[in-house]
């Protein structure tokens, strides 16, 4: 039998942070009916310290920032559970959005975005591919390199 998406979290070593706090005035999740709109979450890692600041194109590399949107996708999940109490509640991940602090150069976009993309399927399998748009920005708040938001569908 597959895995929960609780017990995979626990088998790929996630420890889901307490979610972070909105730096301005919003929530960081608003249910309506059975779905949850998660704002978008920057890249804090476990020390609490952003893991990628600056552009891609400008200093930050590619492998860096899938890296960062991963940690993005991490504290998306950490709103979903704060939210709903459990992953197991997911029914699908619907939609994500990513930002991505770039040079008008950069052309990487999706490859970044894997980040995330990679670690919803890994938790959650098939339920967990989704649509994405992925752009390219000049500057996102704390010159984090990188931020995703989800829409969720929960029981």
Known sequence: MPSSPDQR????GIT??????PVANYVGVVRSGNHLVISGQLCFGPDGKLAATG???AGVAV??????????AINVLAQVRAAV?????????????GFIAATPDFTQHPAVMN???DLMVEVFGEIGRHARSTIGVPSLPLDSAVEVEALIEVT
């Not at 979290?9 to 790929?12: A, Q």
């Not at 889901?16 to 706090?21: F, G, W």
């Open 9 to 12: 979290l626990v088998e790929l």
């Open 16 to 21: 889901l942070p307490t979610p972070a706090a």
């Open 55 to 57: 552009k891609l194109g």
């Open 63 to 72: 492998e860096q920032a899938k890296a960062a949107a991963r940690l993005c």
């Open 85 to 97: 109490g459990s992953l197991d509640k997911v029914v699908r991940v619907v939609r994500l959005g």
């Open 115 to 117: 980040g995330a993309s």
